[in-house]
């Protein structure tokens, strides 16, 4: 999976494991300016994704 933050690459992660783990963290980031982000999670293998949980704290 691919995590993008306004548009730019943030980490490419492998989340093609055997097992099914649930409630990881796959991207944090901090210290954003004020304002709207976007954030895009694509998926680049396998059948589907699934998401536990997004977080926006400030």
Do not use: C, N, W
Not at 9 to 38: E, F, M, W
Not at 40 to 56: C, E, I, N, P, Q
Request: charged share 15%; no cysteine.
């Amino acid at each position: 999976m691919e995590v993008y933050l306004d548009g730019v690459l943030q980490t490419t992660a492998d989340t093609t494991s055997g097992a099914r783990l649930t409630q990881q963290v796959i991207y944090s980031a901090r210290g954003l300016p004020q304002g709207t982000h976007t954030l895009r999670a694509v998926k680049r293998s396998g059948t589907y994704m699934l998401v536990d949980r997004f977080a926006v704290t400030f």
